[in-house]
């Protein structure tokens, strides 16, 4: 009887030790969260930047050095800001592009995402946007009006106008890679974000804590941006890039840094 007990102690200590052993080195599915500025201008943002020619030449040839520096990441998978229900659309165009029967539009989500899969001999490109309006605009407001909080507009408006001309003089006089390391800064993404934290969350405390929803309904967007992510990434997938516009990049890096299946790759050591 001690026997079978001492035999049973060390299978369940091997056991122990096996699952412990493969937990501290199940691979970590590395991911490259690259945030862009918006190269169409779809006027879908209150602030957003006027941006130039980016089929112009010169930029063509900018985004073709940009694309061969992400090729050498060898990357399993290419995610961009289309929605999560648009992916047989994006995968006609794509396979289109793929055998040179469709020309690239400027969106950047073609002009990186779509030329990057291509170089990479990706036989799909995977789309994991999920829009949510910001449903509570309206009421923040007429919340502000009633409690005299509409100097909080005025300064998130000066912010946010500072914001975008000290990116403008950045793509104005960089190469695209060159924007992309700036833009991706720590600091340009926690400026961004506290757009919405600085003075959106303050109106209405209190009382109806509209903006703290309105805060709200910009990180539902993204958690479910970063389900979608999440899911469409398996065990052997080693390295994914995701392109997405600049201002959804610090709530997706806090979630992925906080997800132990993943390694966040700092922006600007892959675009060395």
């Given at each position: 009887?001690?026997?079978?007990?001492?035999i049973?102690?060390?299978?369940?200590?091997?056991?122990?030790?096996?699952?412990?052993?493969?937990?501290e080195?199940?691979?970590?599915?590395?991911?490259?969260?690259?945030?862009t500025?918006?190269f169409?201008?779809p006027?879908?943002d209150?602030?957003?930047?006027k941006?130039?020619?980016?089929?112009?030449?010169?930029?063509?040839?900018?985004?073709?050095?940009?694309?061969e520096?992400?090729?050498?990441?060898?990357?399993?998978?290419?995610?961009?800001?289309?929605?999560?229900?648009?992916?047989?659309?994006?995968d006609?165009?794509?396979?289109?592009?793929?055998?040179?029967?469709?020309?690239?539009?400027?969106s950047?989500?073609?002009?990186?995402g779509?030329?990057?899969?291509?170089?990479?001999?990706?036989?799909?490109?995977?789309?994991?946007?999920?829009?949510?309006?910001m449903?509570?605009?309206?009421?923040?407001?007429?919340?502000?009006?009633?409690?005299?909080?509409?100097?909080?507009?005025?300064?998130?408006?000066?912010t946010?106008?500072?914001?975008?001309?000290?990116?403008?003089?950045?793509?104005k006089?960089?190469?695209?890679?060159?924007?992309?390391?700036?833009?991706?800064?720590?600091?340009?993404?926690q400026?961004?974000?506290?757009?919405?934290?600085?003075?959106?969350?303050?109106?209405?405390?209190?009382?109806?804590?509209?903006?703290?929803?309105?805060?709200s309904?910009?990180?539902?967007?993204?958690?479910?941006?970063?389900?979608?992510?999440?899911?469409?990434?398996?065990?052997?997938?080693?390295?994914?890039?995701?392109?997405?516009?600049?201002?959804?990049?610090?709530i997706?890096?806090?979630?992925?840094?906080?997800?132990?299946?993943?390694?966040?790759?700092?922006?600007?050591?892959?675009?060395?």
């Amino acid at each position: 009887m001690t026997f079978i007990k001492t035999i049973f102690t060390f299978l369940i200590t091997l056991l122990l030790a096996t699952t412990t052993f493969g937990q501290e080195f199940k691979q970590k599915t590395k991911i490259l969260l690259i945030g862009t500025i918006h190269f169409e201008t779809p006027h879908l943002d209150v602030h957003e930047l006027k941006t130039d020619d980016f089929l112009a030449p010169k930029r063509q040839k900018e985004l073709e050095e940009l694309t061969e520096i992400l090729k050498r990441t060898n990357a399993d998978k290419v995610m961009i800001e289309k929605p999560f229900n648009q992916q047989r659309q994006v995968d006609s165009l794509y396979n289109a592009y793929s055998q040179n029967r469709y020309k690239l539009t400027v969106s950047e989500r073609e002009q990186i995402g779509f030329r990057l899969a291509k170089k990479l001999n990706l036989k799909h490109i995977n789309c994991v946007d999920k829009f949510y309006g910001m449903k509570h605009d309206s009421l923040v407001s007429v919340t502000a009006k009633e409690k005299n909080q509409l100097y909080l507009f005025s300064e998130l408006g000066t912010t946010a106008k500072s914001l975008m001309q000290e990116i403008d003089g950045i793509v104005k006089q960089n190469s695209i890679t060159e924007i992309l390391r700036y833009i991706n800064k720590n600091e340009l993404l926690q400026k961004n974000l506290s757009l919405y934290l600085k003075y959106y969350a303050k109106i209405g405390a209190g009382e109806n804590y509209i903006g703290a929803e309105a805060v709200s309904d910009w990180y539902l967007r993204n958690l479910a941006i970063y389900s979608n992510v999440i899911t469409q990434i398996n065990s052997k997938d080693k390295y994914v890039i995701l392109i997405f516009g600049q201002g959804h990049i610090p709530i997706l890096k806090h979630l992925l840094q906080n997800n132990d299946d993943f390694e966040v790759v700092d922006v600007n050591s892959a675009l060395k």
